[in-house]
């Protein structure tokens, strides 16, 4: 059964995908940080995300027109799981990629925890995968140990690294959540020797 701290904290995220909508790096920052604890923390499958308001920056450079709808909102305790749409047409550089000027949509899922009514922890994922297929850039079978799929020893745990045709690697960035992989497992540093960085997981940034 909802209660009034569930219902407040579903209101909140509501008017940070508000903000997020206008398009505007301003807005958003602002309403960012009224919203959000000072010590927030941002936590993605991507090693050396940066803060979420570059990730905005990115994206509204990439995407001008960019939209989030709201797919679901669940809230129980002192957390919120918000399954979101995301769509906007490339008429930006994006990590790399010249715009195409083509129609992209993909999925995304975010936990937020509150604080009094303030975010102070959040996890996603995102279907990056799906956004580059999309462009147009899609993942290579490897040539040679610098490109394409990286995986480890055989019987470890999946561990892979996805690079692209271009050359150019995006699983460094934050919006790159296309790198999965078990921290634990033992192909873990052999491939992040390969791909020259380090794959370590759930790094918390500040929002």
């Known amino acids: 059964m909802p209660t009034a701290e569930s219902e407040t904290n579903k209101a909140t995220l509501r008017r940070i995908v508000e903000a997020a909508n206008s398009d505007d790096l301003d807005v958003f920052s602002k309403a960012l940080g009224e919203l959000s604890e000072p010590n927030a923390v941002l936590r993605t499958p991507s090693p050396r995300t940066p803060a979420y308001r570059e990730v905005f920056a990115t994206l509204y450079q990439a995407y001008p ?14 957390k919120v799981v918000c399954r979101n749409v995301v769509t906007g047409t490339h ?3 994006y990590l790399g990629i010249a715009p195409t000027g083509k129609a992209v949509a993909y999925n995304e899922i ?14 996603g994922v995102v279907d990056v995968l ?15 140990s610098s490109e394409g799929l990286l995986t480890g020893r ?3 745990p999946f561990c892979a690294l996805l690079a692209y045709p271009q050359g150019r690697r995006y699983f460094g960035t934050a919006l790159m959540a296309a790198v999965t992989c078990m921290p634990s497992c033992q192909s873990h540093r052999a491939a992040s020797r390969r791909a020259g960085s380090s794959l370590a997981l759930g790094t918390p940034v500040c929002l």
């Open 65 to 78: 027109d960019l939209h989030i709808a709201v797919e679901d909102l669940i809230a129980e305790g002192d």
């Open 91 to 93: 008429l930006g550089e």
């Open 110 to 123: 975010f936990i937020f925890r509150f604080v009094n009514g303030r975010i102070a922890e959040a996890w």
């Open 130 to 144: 799906s956004q580059m297929r999309q462009l147009g850039v899609s993942p290579v079978l490897p040539t040679s």
């Open 154 to 156: 055989r019987g470890d």
